[in-house]
């Protein structure tokens, strides 16, 4: 069967993670850090233009419907890690990793770490939610930098200036700092842009603690968690929480490729650990 990719500029879904990873990479002076072009190859500013452009509040709101509301049937943890697994680029010749393969890299790496149970279960849920692309919505509805909407777009945004071609960007309330929020109101009542963090963390919300849950919603909100923006929208209890979503993205970042996980040897743990969390089959 011809493998299943991801519509859109970038040739792989992963093709974002790299860019990510490059971007954060440890030791970067701060002059490189807000490069972002250098860093960019013309997929992923592509990529942006259209995340940018077409991430709108009534989109987001729109999809957080759809998708949010469980209503696609019931499967097991393990059922659509291996649907993801037909997320695969076979023309990509630097990596011929499958899906449950990258997430057991970050898993294993938060494992061998000592970290909790819930905080390995984290690192192997995280990216799950990109079974979105399955379901035929584009890329830039599934990955990229989250931001919220309905309110001013910051500085701190990847790209920025593609926020032009955004319808919100012609409306006055969209564009104040408050927009449709109050201030300091907490990120529960944010509505993000729409990707594959808010679908995971609507499908496993009710079985893992909540410091899992912020990792899961908000691991790809690097204006937040990078940067410091959006503190205004935040209350006292996300920046607490916010800890856990910064140890997280140091693993979520940093261990895409180390050495390939021993599947066979590894799968048991894992099994325990998902039944530890999880009913046969969940809500999706």
């Not at 040739?11 to 490059?22: E, M, R, Y």
């Not at 709101?61 to 649907?83: N, V």
């Not at 890329?139 to 309905?150: E, I, L, S, Y």
């Amino acid at each position: 069967m011809k493998p299943v990719i991801a519509n859109g500029p970038l040739n792989q879904i992963d093709d974002w993670d790299d860019f990510v990873a490059t971007r954060y990479r440890q030791g970067k002076s701060e002059e490189e850090f807000r490069n972002y072009k250098a860093d960019a190859n013309p997929k992923v500013t592509e990529f942006y233009r259209q995340n940018h452009a077409y991430q709108t509040y009534d989109f987001v709101i729109q999809k957080k419907a759809e998708y949010c509301a469980l209503q696609r049937g019931k499967k097991s943890i393990w059922e659509m890690a291996d649907y993801l697994n037909t997320l695969v680029d076979d023309s990509d010749p630097d990596t011929d990793l499958t899906q449950i393969e990258h997430l057991l890299q970050t898993s294993e790496a938060i494992r061998k770490d000592g970290h909790s149970r819930w905080f390995i279960l984290a690192g192997f849920l995280h990216d799950l939610g990109k079974v979105l692309c399955l379901y035929g919505e584009p890329q830039w509805a599934v990955v990229g930098d989250t931001f919220p909407v309905g309110c001013a777009y910051s500085d701190e945004i990847v790209f920025p200036e593609f926020f032009a071609a955004n319808p919100d960007s012609k409306n006055p309330t969209y564009q104040s700092k408050f927009g449709v929020y109050e201030p300091n109101c907490g990120l529960d009542k944010i509505d993000l842009s729409f990707g594959h963090d808010e679908y995971i963390y609507a499908v496993t919300r009710k079985y893992v603690p909540e410091e899992a849950q912020y990792m899961l919603r908000y691991h790809s909100f690097y204006p937040a968690h990078k940067h410091g923006a959006y503190r205004h929208l935040m209350n006292q209890h996300d920046e607490q929480m916010f800890d856990w979503v910064q140890k997280f993205n140091a693993y979520d970042l940093y261990s895409k490729g180390r050495e390939r996980p021993n599947i066979k040897a590894i799968l048991p743990y894992y099994q325990d650990l998902v039944a530890e969390f999880f009913p046969t089959q969940i809500d999706w």
